[in-house]
């Protein structure tokens, strides 16, 4: 199955960029998937890669995809403290989403 | 009202009860999961079920059942609760265009003692 990896913490300062890891095992995972926690909820989609892609950006969030190293990551962009939160990155492959232990990301002023 | 409801939001259960939690949605979508999530190891899938009568085991199973009672109703139940499944408790919906992603409901955080 899918292993997912990511560093479990990141500090930024309020208006730097923020750069969120993930490294993933399976070359065939056909989606990518990035999910934002916020403390006593769910998650919430922010966005999605398609496996042949190599970038993807919306508004603030911009998606990195190497295939090659099987590595992904998200940038935001001017990061505010509604930023701080917990940020899951997931792989689709077959029948499941196959999730990473997710980074906190803690926005200090 | 949320797409996907869980009920209870928070359930603090003995060891040894048999507790149930539910879950529905509004989305019309064919495909539910419930994951468990615990600090560190992200999110784990329990069970999953492409329509009412195609219900499927995920990686951590031991200890779980499920029903889909209904297109929109997907429950998890824990046959005799350990303190070990402690955790929170997600559902969650997808389409079958994988563009959309899967909508999670708010979660169950249950405490078993």
């Known amino acids: 199955g899918e292993d997912v990896e990511q560093s479990l913490f990141l500090s930024v300062r309020e208006g730097d960029s923020s750069v969120i890891n993930c490294t993933y095992t399976?070359?065939?995972?056909?989606?990518l998937y990035w999910y934002k926690q916020e403390p006593g909820a769910g998650l919430q989609l922010l966005t999605y890669?398609?496996?042949?892609?190599d970038m993807k950006q919306d508004q603030r969030l911009t998606v990195l995809l190497n295939k090659k190293d099987k590595h992904l990551s998200l940038r935001i962009a001017d990061t505010q403290t509604g930023d701080s939160a917990i940020y899951f990155c997931?792989?689709?492959?077959?029948?499941?989403?196959?999730f990473g232990a997710g980074t906190t990301v803690t926005v200090r002023a | 009202d949320a797409d996907v409801t869980q009920t209870p939001r928070n359930r603090i259960t003995k060891t040894g009860k048999r507790i149930m939690l539910e879950c529905s949605q509004t989305?019309?979508?064919?495909?539910m999961y419930w994951y468990r999530q615990d600090p560190g190891l992200g999110l784990r899938l329990i069970y999953y079920?492409?329509?009412?009568?195609?219900?499927n085991k995920g990686e951590i199973s031991d200890g779980y059942s499920v029903s889909r009672q209904a297109q929109a109703k997907f429950s998890l139940s824990l046959e005799s609760a350990i303190p070990n499944q402690t955790a929170l408790y997600f559902c969650?919906?997808?389409?079958?265009?994988?563009?959309?992603?899967?909508?999670f409901g708010s979660g169950t955080r249950l405490t078993v003692v």
């Open positions: 997931a792989g689709f492959n077959d029948y499941k989403l196959s």
């Open positions: 399976d070359s065939s995972s056909t989606y």
């Open positions: 890669i398609f496996s042949n892609m």
């Open positions: 989305k019309g979508h064919d495909r």
């Open positions: 969650a919906t997808r389409p079958r265009d994988l563009g959309y992603g899967y909508t």
């Open positions: 079920s492409f329509d009412v009568k195609d219900i």
